[in-house]
């Protein structure tokens, strides 16, 4: 009986087995079809005919961006003509606006953090008692190129001083620059003739921040540059968030006077982006132009007359260099000492597990 059910069951299995690979082939041909469907300016072996395939492409994703922003400023003109509130615009993900919680980000009302910050080693530069007065030196073998970007540092910096390294020790260049009332120093290293370090030790207690140095461009290969000029500069630090950053950002500020002259229009900016700070030196300008106002008569906008001129105040930036930036490699509690110094902070690789956890 058992045998008999089996030969009475195979065709039925056989047919099953032919349904199936039908729905198989079928799945296969459509998977083939929108393989050939999909096209791509890589595909093209040609190299001339690749390059005009994707300028043409290019250029039609361009119209298309064009096209939605026209409809999108559409719609907002309308939304307030009828006295409506215009519809709200996505906001893009980014790894900025996606980061980690953290709980050591400041916040406004944070009475520790103010009490915090009268009572540390910056308050007495930034409530202008003391003037801030600045030593540079070198490591013992530096390059062609640390110089020329020592020269550019003593050019944005105010009451900054130059010495020359010798055979000195660290320790002793700190004794002595502690005597002389400097209130920071800081070391440039290089390597393989190339700026690659920052070491900034606030005088005379310490803190000791490491920054690794990169993307150095100096003023004489800046396009266009300006050279700037003796008046005491504006600071702008941005996105300094968290406690650390908060520190690091206090330890910048202390490098500069606390009265920019606002004549010579002198703008240094730190920009945190990623625990990445980005330094750029700029002068900028106020110009005023004439801007034509028009009344258009007809719908069309063909007949129209010029109603009047108003002026248009426009800024402008002028780069004076350098140009570099800093990572953040370690904070360490007083004075250089590579023995017994306690560390605030120092950067391990093991901390780099996420693209989106910052500690600036």
Request: glycine share 4%; proline share 5%.
């Amino acid at each position: 009986m058992g045998a008999k059910r089996k030969k009475e069951d195979a065709p039925e299995m056989a047919e099953d087995a032919d349904i199936d690979d039908g729905g198989s082939r079928d799945r296969r041909n459509r998977q083939k079809v929108e393989k050939k469907e999909e096209f791509r300016p890589s595909m093209i072996k040609n190299k001339e005919k690749r390059s005009a395939a994707h300028a043409k492409l290019k250029h039609q994703k361009k119209l298309e961006k064009r096209k939605t922003k026209k409809a999108r400023e559409a719609a907002d003109k309308q939304a307030l003509e009828l006295g409506e509130e215009p519809p709200q615009r996505s906001v893009p993900r980014t790894i900025e606006n996606t980061r980690e919680a953290d709980e050591t980000v400041c916040k406004p009302d944070d009475a520790e953090l103010f009490v915090a910050n009268d009572a540390d080693e910056f308050s007495s530069i930034l409530r202008r008692e003391r003037a801030p007065k600045i030593l540079i030196t070198t490591c013992r073998f530096h390059s062609t190129r640390g110089p020329a970007f020592i020269s550019e540092l003593l050019s944005v910096i105010p009451n900054a001083h130059y010495y020359k390294r010798g055979t000195y020790d660290l320790k002793k260049i700190v004794e002595y620059a502690t005597k002389e009332d400097f209130t920071t120093l800081i070391v440039v290293h290089t390597s393989r003739r190339e700026p690659d370090a920052l070491l900034v030790t606030s005088l005379p207690s310490g803190p000791t921040a490491h920054f690794k140095l990169s993307k150095l461009v100096l003023r004489k290969e800046i396009k266009n540059h300006g050279n700037p000029t003796g008046h005491v500069p504006e600071l702008v630090l941005n996105n300094f968030t968290t406690r650390l950053g908060h520190r690091v950002g206090r330890m910048i500020q202390s490098l500069f006077p606390q009265n920019p002259d606002f004549r010579g229009r002198r703008v240094v900016t730190f920009h945190n982006q990623r625990d990445y700070i980005f330094f750029r030196h700029h002068r900028y300008i106020f110009e005023t132009k004439e801007s034509k106002q028009q009344d258009s008569k007809s719908k069309k906008g063909k007949d129209a007359e010029d109603k009047s001129t108003g002026q248009q105040v426009i800024a402008r930036l002028q780069e004076c260099g350098p140009r570099f930036v800093l990572k953040l490699k370690s904070l360490q509690h007083g004075t250089f000492d590579t023995r017994g110094g306690e560390y605030e902070w120092v950067h391990k690789p093991e901390m780099d597990t996420s693209r989106r956890r910052f500690f600036l």
